[in-house]
C-alpha cells in the first residue's frame, strides 16, 4: 500500500512538473446533497435514520456492538450535522432502535435529493402503539443566494400535526422590536429564511392575523453570519412532554 501511495505521488509530482505554472484547482461545489434528521413524532420510541438501506445517524457504543439507543423525541441525529449523501431519489426511514421491533420502519418518506442542495427531515405527528408508524416529512433548506454576512437568517418550519397554518414573531429583547418570520407555515412545511439583526429575541407563535401567542420561546439568540431553522413540534393544547414548543437549532 505505501508503495502504491508513493507511486501515485510521484506521478503526481511527474505531472506537476509538466507545467511550469500549473496550479490545483480546489473550488467548486463539494459532490453530494446533505441532509439532517429529526424525531418530533410525539410518543416516539429511539430511532434511526436511513437512506434505503444505509443507515445515516448512529449512536456510539463502548462494546463494538451496534448500540441500542438511539435519537428520543425532540433529538436531532449526527449532533446537529448534515450527513452527506449521493443526489438521487430515496426511501428515508426512521426505524427503532430498541431490542425489540429493532430495525423497525415507524416513519417512511419518499423523496428526490438534488446535487448541492440541503434538507431537513422530520418525523411528526403522534406514533400509534398499535400500528407503530408516525408520520414524517422533508424540507429543502433553501439558503439565499445573496448572503448578507451582516444579519443572521431564520425561517420556521411547523412540526405539529393538529395545528392551523401559524407565523413565526421574533421580538429584539433590547429595542422591543417585532418582526414576522417569513409567511404562515401549514402543518409538514417551512418557510423561507428571513434576514433579522444579531441580538437576543423573544419568539411567538401565531394563527395569521392573530395576536394571541400560541407558542413561546424567550432568550433565543440570533448571530450575524448564521442560520437558524425554529420548528414547532409537540401536540396543541396538551401540557407536560407533549405540550407545543419551538426547538432552534444551527444550520450553518
Known amino acids: 500500500m505505501v508503495g502504491r501511495v508513493a507511486t501515485v505521488l510521484t506521478a503526481a509530482a511527474l505531472l506537476a512538473g509538466c507545467e511550469k505554472n500549473a496550479v490545483q484547482d480546489i473550488t467548486g461545489n463539494l459532490p453530494g446533497a446533505r441532509i439532517k434528521f429529526f424525531n418530533f413524532g410525539v410518543g416516539s420510541p429511539q430511532v434511526h435514520f436511513y437512506a434505503n438501506d444505509r443507515k445515516l445517524t448512529a ?3 463502548g462494546t463494538g456492538a451496534e448500540s441500542t439507543v ?10 446537529g450535522f448534515y450527513s452527506a449523501i449521493e443526489p438521487g431519489q430515496y426511501t428515508f426511514t426512521a426505524r ?6 429493532n430495525n423497525l420502519p415507524v416513519a417512511t418518506v419518499q423523496g428526490t435529493l438534488e ?6 427531515f422530520y418525523t411528526s405527528g403522534t406514533y400509534n402503539t398499535t400500528t407503530k408508524t408516525m408520520e414524517g416529512f422533508f424540507v429543502e433548506d433553501n439558503f439565499p443566494e445573496a448572503f448578507d454576512y451582516t444579519q443572521g437568517y431564520v425561517r420556521f418550519v411547523n412540526a405539529i400535526s393538529n395545528a392551523q397554518p401559524m407565523v413565526l414573531f421574533a421580538r429584539n429583547q433590547l429595542t422591543g422590536t417585532e418582526v414576522p418570520i417569513g409567511g404562515s407555515v401549514a402543518y409538514k412545511a417551512g418557510g423561507a429564511f428571513t434576514a433579522i439583526p444579531n441580538g437576543v429575541y423573544d419568539l411567538f407563535v401565531r394563527a395569521p392575523g392573530s395576536t394571541t401567542n400560541l407558542i413561546t420561546r424567550t432568550g433565543v439568540s440570533f448571530t450575524n453570519g448564521r442560520t437558524n ?10 401540557t407536560g412532554t407533549t405540550a407545543p414548543a419551538l426547538d432552534n437549532t444551527l444550520n450553518r
Not at 431553522?229 to 396538551?238: D, K, L, N, S, Y
Request: proline share 0%; aromatic share 6%; glycine share 20%.
Open 59 to 61: 449512536t456510539t457504543s
Open 70 to 79: 438511539g435519537i428520543a423525541y425532540g433529538g436531532v441525529g449526527a449532533g
Open 96 to 101: 427503532i432502535t430498541a431490542t425489540v421491533d
Open 115 to 120: 446535487a448541492n442542495k440541503n434538507y431537513s
Open 229 to 238: 431553522t425554529i420548528a414547532a413540534r409537540g401536540t396543541m393544547g396538551t
